[in-house]
């Protein structure tokens, strides 16, 4: 999922998204997910390190609330600036939310 800059709103394209996690999750009851946060080299360690955080917080609270998905299926990781994709640093594929199996 992708964001705007400075932003941690998940946006109808971002729903859309989405709904490839929550029917991996409705036909896999077993598999919990971790949902990570990142940002771009906009504004400060601090600053992008907190949105990272409220990125993640943002799509988990979808989940639990939109899609009813149990939140102990579901953990927050974030990683500000610190794993960008590309080395621009305001590029729109750093500002995003990825998720990963947790074991």
């Known amino acids: ?26 036909v896999r009851p077993e598999i919990k997910m971790e949902v990570i946060g990142f940002a771009d080299k906009t504004g400060n360690s ?11 917080e943002a799509v988990l609270d979808i ?12 953990f927050i990781n974030f990683f500000g600036d610190t794993k960008l994709l590309s080395s621009t640093p305001n590029a729109a594929v750093n500002r995003r939310v990825d998720f990963q199996i947790a074991e």
Do not use: C, H
């Not at 971002?14 to 709904?19: G, I």
């Open 1 to 26: 999922l992708y964001f705007g800059l400075g932003s941690s709103t998940v946006d109808a394209l971002n729903l859309e998204r989405l709904s490839i996690i929550v029917r991996l999750m409705e």
């Open 46 to 56: 601090a600053v992008n390190r907190d949105l990272s955080r409220k990125r993640a």
């Open 63 to 74: 989940l639990v609330t939109k899609y009813n998905i149990s939140k102990d299926r579901l």
